[in-house]
């Protein structure tokens, strides 16, 4: 790595701002050439926000660009690519039934004439190209029939194949096994070697403590820290990704309000619950009257969890009891019917209806509840709309607004309300706050007390330990998809919770 | 290249079903039943290669079988009203279809329209262009007069490739339709241009993934209107050999035919959702077709019943597929994550 | 179809924003239409012939509304014309057995119930792209008519109840512009006060969230096609009963797609999402406004044909502009 060169991409003051939501605020990056730096922040911390920006997806409110110390014009993804800057994205860049060599050379295979591709050269160059990386691939393998792993691969040959400068890799290694993942590091040393930036977007410490030089720490659209990974430690880089020590207002108002094991009834108990090749060996018991956090880094499987507890997933080994009963829901139907409601943890793929009205989201659940013989009463759709916004505070106040012109603090209070509706004896919640506003925040986390009160019981996913802290009665920790403890809330400290998520020993 | 040319399914259900009538349909296996379906379904199959190219890039051309009815009433008027040499009305007509493929392109890709809406309104436009300038109407008297230029009515020639080959001398061979030959003419071109140059890797492209395809810079506008542009093209060509058969053309000529291009497609592995097929498939399809056609018809077997087992093969085939892709999608990746 | 990710593992973006024609300017458009006909035509608004536009439009219309929620899920029926003749058919033959009117509609109306539930079925169960499905239905359900009914015209003799269906009038309006009305007033009711209207929006609009908030999506779907079939069966015994012939080749290749242009042109998306019966109602009667002004101003058959073309290219991106 070189020590000062000058930095291959320099990133000053960036901003993005929705409307009344800052998803970044005055953000500096930089990467010099042969350096190697983790991105890291949980979900909402601006990241992605800072990766589109980069990538030319979004225009930022504020700041500027340079590439190689030259300001760039922003927002045009094309152009990013030509002056060098690569991303490798979780979702699939490639064209599925295509060979990997056409993929790696997608839009930009050698000619000779009439436009005929120059298969040989081709090949020489792609050969040339996996003996340097050391990567083996079947080069005419259609890509959608190759193992995810694979696919992977693929992707990163084809950002090489265009001599990339700084190369981004948004969770590179989501699915890939170790072997896998070493080979992967290799990779990353070998473009090292020869020069290239890599921004390393992940959560798995451990990898980023293996083959990252350096690491920008993201929270609250803010960056953080900045650090070479030789002068930190694991704990250290949690903590900043999480947040310093809670208010003490804060922590002693949470103390006096949280009750581990609720009233003691035990509504839901999950035993030795595994998806294969997903988590497994789950257990814990969920009491009526409590708040469970289920906590982690993203990537342990923790939405994969809930999903199989609804319904919307299937689990192939452990079982599942509600009060006492056995059950092994295979549909979101099944898992209502049981008393479950489930808040998804996107709103806008899974949750809402954005362009149908406040009203109809709320009752969308509830429906049956509403006929009268063939019929919907629209007086009692209208009349449950107006006592769930009123319940919820959802602003503007009027049911017959379309939802997708409401703040997402508000979009998801509706979201939340569809499922309330129900009354459902056991509240599952994914990552309910993100992309929310600390005012919404707050009546969110207020709702759910109240629910609490009522004896629901609520089993809440959250990478927000800040949060985690406030709300949670109970606090569960998945590491990799084991859940590694269940702690009551007031007997442990957040260093301790911290330390699990990294992953270190208990 | 790994794009799948067909499946062997397909291959293997049409030599079963070849095999099926040759046993039990009288006067099936003769020469004069394979000159029929060559002769008639030839333009069928480049209908239906052309209608892969829209379907490629993940749209679909419903007006398809209007551009055969312009272009041929094209030619009547050229031959008939202007008297025009056929050697100038050839490259007139491929033209007028490739201009009007090219039509449906622009309107997919600059007003962003959907395909089906787009070549929905082409289709009404195109056969009122049609009855615009039909000559039969202009011209009362002409409705009787057949096409006599040689470089159309040369179309519909039949080459005696027995006697060419000595092979007559063994077995009775069919004589070869003209036609026949220009379908594998635009095969071969076709299916060159898709497997061997980069226009067609981009096709695969800019179907196969839409986004991946302009992130790579690919021109996705250019390349969308290009397969529209073929599809008109071969819809020329197809209303040639149409009309020299039939030494006239009308109004209604073409109508129907978006459905036989799109079934044909779709039996012969072209997928709805793009970036999946080749040529070799949607014309296999296309003879398939044909083949059942005329099998059913020696059997005796009525027009109407025809019609629905057309249906149920297209049914069949689509099924197929789908099976296909749930049994990949259900084999779990190696390799997959943690735990 | 709108569509979470997609099955090849590719992340698509949120479909882009429904694309609708902005509330008012269909009935923008329809006032300029006549305004522009009356002017150049004063017979247009005589009354004579606003009635006939409405039983003109009725037929087409009662196949409209009740396609749109089958638009609305994102999907198509090209089958309806064939529908058209074999409930026609089935009506004749149980005329000619015999039967009592309300069987004799039964089994017309249950001929294209039963249609939309093998497309239902094998769209909602069998997950096959409903462009094919329903052109290999189109296929079969004509095969089927050819085979009943043969190619021959059967006439409808004395029969004046059913007659009555598609030539009598009450009040100077035609029966067959009750019926229309009725069907549409039936869907809209259902739109708007069904949960099965409901559902309908909701799973164009978000299908993925409609599934995880418990509700039965292959039902629904398979519903809106049977629903789309009867619709069709209604308008074949319409028809049958206005020409006093059933008929095999009824219902001929370019009927679906008349179907398809009025619902699109009301504003509901042909990728599906939101969409409204009533202004798919708007929608017929802009046809039919301009089919009518146009044959009144003797407009050839060629350049109506063209027009039609060029407005819906012209509507459908302006919508486009607008979203």
């Given amino acids: 790595m070189s020590a000062q060169a000058a930095p291959v991409l320099n990133a000053r003051g960036l901003s993005k701002v929705y409307g009344n939501l800052v998803a970044l605020a005055d953000a500096d990056f930089a990467v010099r050439p042969g350096e190697v730096r983790a991105l890291i922040g949980s979900n909402g911390a601006g990241k992605s926000t800072l990766v589109k920006i980069l990538t030319g997806a979004i225009v930022p409110t504020g700041g500027r660009v340079e590439i190689g110390g030259e300001p760039v014009p922003l927002g045009d993804p094309l152009g990013m690519i030509r002056r060098g800057v690569a991303c490798i994205y979780q979702h699939s860049n490639l064209a599925p039934a295509m060979s990997v060599l056409d993929n790696i050379f997608l839009g930009r295979q050698p000619t000779g004439r009439f436009g005929i591709v120059d298969t040989r050269r081709q090949r020489r160059e792609a050969a040339a190209l996996l003996a340097r990386h050391g990567i083996e691939i079947a080069l005419d393998a259609p890509v959608g029939t190759l193992p995810t792993v694979k696919q992977k691969e693929v992707e990163i040959l084809k950002a090489l194949a265009l001599d990339a400068r700084v190369i981004l890799m948004d969770e590179p290694t989501a699915w890939l096994a170790s072997a896998d993942v070493a080979r992967l590091h290799a990779t990353i040393r070998a473009l090292r070697q020869r020069g290239v930036a890599i921004v390393y977007i992940s959560h798995v410490l451990d990898e980023i403590f293996a083959v990252c030089d350096t690491v920008t720490i993201m929270r609250d659209g803010r960056v953080v820290a900045e650090s070479q990974l030789a002068e930190t430690d694991r704990a250290q880089v949690v903590q900043l990704m999480v947040g310093e020590t809670l208010a003490r207002e804060t922590v002693a108002a949470a103390r006096q309000q949280r009750r581990p094991r609720g009233t003691g009834e035990i509504r839901l108990r999950v035993r030795d619950l595994g998806r294969r090749g997903v988590f497994g060996g789950v257990s814990f018991d969920l009491h009526a009257g409590e708040i469970l956090c289920l906590t982690g880094l993203i990537g342990s499987k923790r939405t994969e969890l809930v999903r199989c507890i609804f319904g919307s997933d299937r689990f192939d080994a452990g079982t599942i009891e509600i009060d006492g009963r056995a059950v092994s829901p295979r549909s979101p139907v099944e898992g209502i019917a049981s008393g479950i409601g489930f808040v998804p943890e996107d709103r806008h793929r899974e949750g809402l209806m954005l362009d149908m009205t406040v009203t109809d989201n709320l009752v969308m659940a509830t429906l049956d509840r509403h006929r009268r013989g063939p019929l919907l009463s629209l007086a009692g759709m209208a009349r449950a709309g107006r006592r769930a916004i009123d319940d919820l505070s959802v602003r503007p106040p009027g049911g017959g607004t379309a939802v997708k012109l409401l703040s997402g603090g508000n979009q998801q209070k509706v979201l939340v309300g569809k499922w309330l509706a129900l009354g459902p004896r056991i509240l599952i919640l994914d990552e309910p706050t993100v992309g929310v506003d600390i005012g919404a925040k707050a009546e969110i986390y207020a709702i759910l007390r109240r629910e609490r009160e009522k004896g629901a019981a609520i089993l809440m996913v959250s990478s927000d330990l800040e949060e985690v802290m406030t709300v949670a009665d109970r606090i569960g920790v998945m590491v990799s998809g084991r859940l590694s403890a269940v702690h009551d809330a007031g007997s442990v400290g957040m260093d301790e919770i911290v330390r699990e998520i990294g992953g270190g020993t208990p | ?339 | 179809m709108t569509a979470p990710a997609d099955r090849r593992g590719t992340v698509r973006a949120r479909p882009a924003p429904m694309r609708h024609l902005a509330p008012n300017a269909l009935p923008v458009a329809m006032a300029v239409a006549v305004a522009v006909f009356a002017l150049l035509e004063p017979a247009f608004l005589s009354i004579d012939n606003l009635v006939g536009i409405a039983r003109q439009v009725a037929i087409v219309g009662i196949m409209a509304v009740c396609m749109t929620f089958v638009i609305m899920t994102g999907g198509v029926d090209l089958s309806v014309g064939p529908v058209l003749a074999l409930a026609g058919l089935a009506a004749f033959f149980a005329l000619d057995g015999g039967h009592p009117l309300p069987v004799v509609l039964l089994a017309g109306l249950a001929v294209g119930a039963a249609v939309g539930l093998a497309n239902g079925l094998t769209v909602a169960v069998l997950q096959l792209p409903p462009i094919i499905v329903t052109l290999a239905m189109l296929s079969i359900a004509r095969g089927t008519a050819l085979i009943v009914g043969g190619p021959e015209q059967h006439l409808i003799r004395n029969e004046p109840a059913y007659s009555f269906i598609g030539t009598g009038s009450v009040l100077g309006l035609p029966f067959s512009v009750y019926v229309f009305a009725a069907v549409a007033g039936l869907m809209i009711l259902v739109q708007r006060r069904t949960p099965l209207g409901l559902l309908v929006a909701a799973i164009g609009d978000n299908e993925r969230a409609a599934y995880l908030s418990g509700h039965r999506i292959r039902i629904t779907k398979t519903v809106v096609y049977v629903i789309c079939g009867t619709g069709a069966a209604l308008a074949g015994i319409i028809q049958s009963s206005q020409v006093h012939t059933a008929l095999a080749t009824y219902g001929p290749f370019g009927t679906e797609l008349d179907v398809i242009a009025a619902v699109v042109l009301g504003g509901t998306s042909i990728m599906g999402g939101n969409g409204s019966v009533a202004r798919t109602v708007l929608g017929v009667f802009f046809l039919g406004i301009l089919n009518n002004g146009m044959n009144i101003l003797n407009v050839p058959i060629d350049i109506q044909l063209i027009a039609k073309g060029a407005i819906i290219v012209v509507a459908l991106s302006v919508a486009a502009r607008r979203a």
Avoid: K
């Fill in chain 2, 1 to 339: 290249m790994t794009i799948r040319f067909a499946s062997a399914a397909l291959v293997l259900f049409f030599a079963a079903t070849i095999a099926f009538f040759s046993v039990s349909a009288p006067r099936f296996a003769t020469a004069s039943t394979v000159e029929n379906l060559m002769s008639s379904f030839s333009f069928v199959a480049i209908l239906a290669m052309g209608q892969a190219f829209p379907l490629l890039v993940r749209g679909i051309d419903l007006s398809i079988g209007a551009i055969v009815g312009l272009v041929g009433m094209v030619v009547f008027d050229l031959s008939l009203i202007f008297q025009v040499p056929g050697w100038i009305i050839l490259p007139a007509a491929l033209l007028v279809g490739t201009a009007a493929g090219a039509l449906n392109g622009a309107l997919v890709v600059c007003l962003r329209l959907q395909p089906f809406i787009a070549t929905l309104a082409t289709l009404a436009a195109y056969r009122g262009l049609t009855y615009a300038v039909s000559g039969r109407q202009l011209v009362p008297g002409l409705t009787t007069t057949p096409i006599r230029d040689p470089w159309i009515v040369g179309i519909e020639t039949y080459l005696d490739v027995g006697r060419w080959t000595g092979l007559s001398t063994f077995v009775n061979m069919p004589w070869l339709p003209l036609s026949f030959v220009i379908m594998l003419g635009v095969f071969v071109v076709l299916q060159a241009a898709l497997s061997s140059t980069r226009f067609g890797r981009d096709v695969y492209a800019t179907g196969g993934n839409h986004e991946a395809a302009r992130l790579a810079g690919i021109p996705i506008g250019t390349v969308t209107v290009c397969a529209y542009s073929i599809s008109g093209f071969c819809a020329a060509i197809a209303a040639l050999i149409m009309v020299a058969r039939f030494t006239t053309a009308t109004e209604a000529l073409g109508t129907g035919m978006e459905l036989s291009s799109i079934a044909a497609a779709v039996i012969g592995g072209v997928s709805l959702a793009g970036g999946v097929g080749a040529m070799f498939g949607p014309a296999v399809g296309a003879f398939l077709l044909g083949t059942i056609l005329i099998g059913l018809t020696l059997q005796g077997v009525p027009q109407f019943v025809q019609q629905i087992i057309t249906g149920a093969i297209l049914l069949a085939a689509v099924g197929y597929d789908r099976l296909l892709w749930l049994r990949r999608e259900r084999r779990p990746a190696a390799g997959a994550g943690p735990a």
